[in-house]
């Protein structure tokens, strides 16, 4: 079949789209210790690779992998976990699927790689187990508890003490304190429902809220004492990084809304901060004490 230069450029990037990702399928599999995993993992290369083959023979030619991205993927896959980095590029091909509608009077293939794309392989994301899912809500509870009673207690802290040192010391005592206080709370609360794993979901909690609490105190620890207004204003975008980048992951992994949980998030946190400014300024007047 005669293709033009156009259509035949398509195919080759389709191809190349398609050998990636199913050598990341396959790596991915390797890594599986969940047997159920593994053979999601490779149900899913196994259809990409169909679907390159598909490609190739209409093109012809035989195309190398992108290794620089292979490698970049199979990092997130590491650190991020195989259930976000696989969703997020299946949204990638989602979209991709959508450019093939144009060829269909010319590839009779097409509009079956493109209910596999669309249907079958979403169903086969959906089902795959991966263990750190599982604590979701213990990070959740960390996270969040940190982003609001730190936010509010460090604003709070800022504006009576006007010291980026005395902030930083005060947030660190008592982000370490209440990390304690969680990661127990937590346990002893999974451990009344019997949850037999209350303490590695008690240890994600307390890792969660911890990690929290180092990032937003960071600024006060880098800048100069005198600077504690723009220590605080630098907490605030990265509260605002937090949220977005955690309801993010949380969006892709478990398919839900972004911008409503984002918002959501980001008033409660941003709302207590707000007050709790207020009333930092308001007690240290009030109180006539000056740091």
Known sequence: ??????????????QKTELNDSLLYENAAGWQKDEGNKTILLSLAKSERGHYEVWKSYTGKEIRPN????YVRFFLCRILGVTFTLKLLEKKEYAGAQSYRPLIAELPEIPAIIADEEEHEDRLMAMIDEERLHYAGAVVLGLNDALVELTGTIAGLTFALASTRL????????????????AASNYLAER???????????VYTGMAYLITVALMVLPYLLLPDAMYIAAFAVMLVIVALIIFLFNFYLAVVQSLSFWRRFGEMALISLGVAAVSFAIGLLAKSLLGIDV
């Open 67 to 70: 290794m620089v991205w292979m």
């Open 167 to 182: 902030t930083a010391l005060s947030g660190i005592i008592t982000g370490i304190s209440a990390t304690l206080s969680m």
């Open 1 to 14: 079949m005669e293709l033009s230069p156009k259509v035949y450029k398509k195919l080759l990037l389709f």
């Open 192 to 202: 009344t429902d019997g949850n037999q794993k209350a303490l590695k979901s008690s």
